[in-house]
């Protein structure tokens, strides 16, 4: 069973559109995340969420919205996708404590 | 703000070299620190996760150590092999929420 599942792997979409990502965890964890990879391959976090609650929003374009329905759910919504948007992201988990557990990411591409 | 460096950028060795990364972090106050690797055009594989209470952490080939008060951890990797070419990340655990600042990796060539 994957312990962090993300869909889907791979979007490819023009500009103007709406996206999502969706993550989902199996580890009972607390702690939600969403990261993105951009071309340097330089990961940093987006947002946090603890049991539902956002705990983490750095500084993103409020195109982005997470929602977590529910504990174990994440997902990242992308409104009006620009082509700077183009990067992986990676969703992970983690209980606070322990270490992150990753997905293996949706790779963006807006053209 | 926590500032997080790894050095060296690339490294390429011949198979069965021992070798050390290096990661050096800015602010001690950390949670933990978490050391993964990443193959191309894949997700990230956890390999050692150290609590800010312990000095190193041991599997397999590897180990890591961790020095708080000096802000650095070290990847040591035994007799090294082709399938260990991968980029290693360091990651600090800190604040509220236990935010991991990554930094921006060592990219390992290990050559048969």
């Known amino acids: 069973d994957t312990a962090v599942s993300q869909t889907p792997k791979y979007l490819v979409t023009q500009m103007g559109n709406d996206k999502s990502i969706k993550c989902e965890q199996n580890l009972g964890h607390d702690t939600m995340y969403w990261y993105k990879q951009d071309s340097k391959k330089f990961l940093k976090i987006m947002f946090s969420y603890n049991n539902k609650e956002l705990i983490i929003n750095e500084t993103v374009p409020n195109r982005f919205s997470p929602k977590s329905p529910d504990k174990a759910h994440l997902n990242l919504h992308i409104n009006s996708l620009e082509l700077g948007d183009s990067a992986v992201y990676f969703c992970?988990?983690?209980?606070?404590?322990?270490?992150?557990?990753f997905g293996s990411g949706t790779r963006l591409t807006v053209v | 703000k926590q500032e997080v460096t790894q050095i060296p950028a690339a490294l390429s060795v011949p198979e069965g070299e021992n070798l050390v990364l290096n990661c050096s972090f800015t602010d001690s106050a950390i949670y933990n620190l978490q050391w993964f690797r990443q193959d191309p055009g894949k997700g990230l594989t956890s390999l050692l996760l150290?609590?800010?209470?312990?000095r190193e952490q041991t599997s397999g080939r590897l180990n890591a150590s961790l020095d708080k008060s000096s802000g650095r951890s070290t990847l040591y990797i035994a007799a090294s092999q082709p399938g260990d070419s991968a980029t290693y990340l360091c990651?600090?655990?800190?604040?509220?929420?236990?935010?991991?600042?990554f930094g921006p990796g060592t990219r390992l060539s290990v050559l048969p």
């Open positions: 990651a600090v655990g800190v604040g509220y929420g236990q935010n991991f600042v």
């Open positions: 992970a988990s983690s209980q606070v404590g322990d270490g992150y557990t």
């Open positions: 150290i609590q800010s209470s312990q």
